[in-house]
């Protein structure tokens, strides 16, 4: 059973369900879209495209996007959760969803980065 699962689209896939969810409240009610929930609606599609294509640029990119997220410059559901600490809002559902993401890509990760590694030391 755990052949047929990659695991590793699951932070993808809740995204993708939080962007429809959203698209469609918001279409039988009258909420209007911020822009900051239209670029990360652009942002997931990205990602979504980058996993079919590429998945070692999926898994940066889709970081980014999380982390980006986390801050509070992109929103992908239409109610904010957010806190502030100090100075940042930070938005617990993207966090998590970037907790998520780089435990169940850590492989991915370290792949990249090691291979960055020994093309310094040529």
Known sequence: MSALIN?????????????????????FTNYILSTKLYLGFALVLLATILYATNQ??????????????????IDIFYIEFSFK???????????????????LNKTSFNDILS???VNKKK
């Open 7 to 27: 695991w590793k689209i699951i932070p993808l896939v809740i995204s993708i369900i939080l962007v429809v969810s959203s698209t469609v409240i918001t279409f």
């Open 56 to 73: 070692k640029w999926f898994a940066f990119f889709f970081f980014l996007v999380l982390l980006i997220g986390t801050v509070g410059l």
């Open 85 to 103: 600490r100090i100075f940042i809002k930070i938005n617990p559902l993207c966090f998590s969803l970037l907790f998520m993401h780089v435990l």
């Open 115 to 117: 291979k960055k590694d």
